[in-house]
Nanobody, 120 residues
Framework: QVQLVESGGGLVQPGGSLRLSCAAS????????MGWYRQAPGKQRELVGT???????NYLDSVKDRFTISRDNAKNTVYLQMNSLKPEDTAVYYC??????????????WGQGTQVTVSS
């Protein structure tokens, strides 16, 4: 079994910063792609960004130059550094990993979600 546990959400004022973390544990052979999605009330879940095992990053246009994804492979952890936060960034943020549990089997795994609220 594989578990993803998120931390770091909360309430922040516009222009502030937050750092989210997501640690994977369990029967892990390797982690290919790691990333973050978010879902605001009444809206569809959207991809915020991803980072591959080789370190290639990809971001939603509206968060480019404000958000940074990084990973610590030794800790099986992905981070989302969010700067210059705006009210429209308010959402539940979910981490997502494409994890290989054996040499020939891989699956998508999701974190439990963490609330980020940007408000004065």
């Amino acid at each position: 079994q594989v578990q993803l546990v998120e931390s770091g959400g909360g309430l922040v004022q516009p222009g502030g910063s937050l750092r989210l973390s997501c640690a994977a544990s369990g029967s892990i052979f390797g982690i290919y792609r790691m990333g973050w999605y978010r879902q605001a009330p009444g809206k569809q879940r959207e991809l915020v960004g991803t980072i591959t095992s080789s370190g290639r990053e990809n971001y939603l246009d509206s968060v480019k130059d404000r958000f940074t994804i990084s990973r610590d492979n030794a800790k099986n952890t992905v981070y989302l550094q969010m700067n210059s936060l705006k009210p429209e960034d308010t959402a539940v943020y979910y981490c997502y990993d494409l994890i290989a549990t054996t040499a020939i089997e891989s699956n998508d795994y999701w974190g439990q979600g963490t609330q980020v609220t940007v408000s004065s």
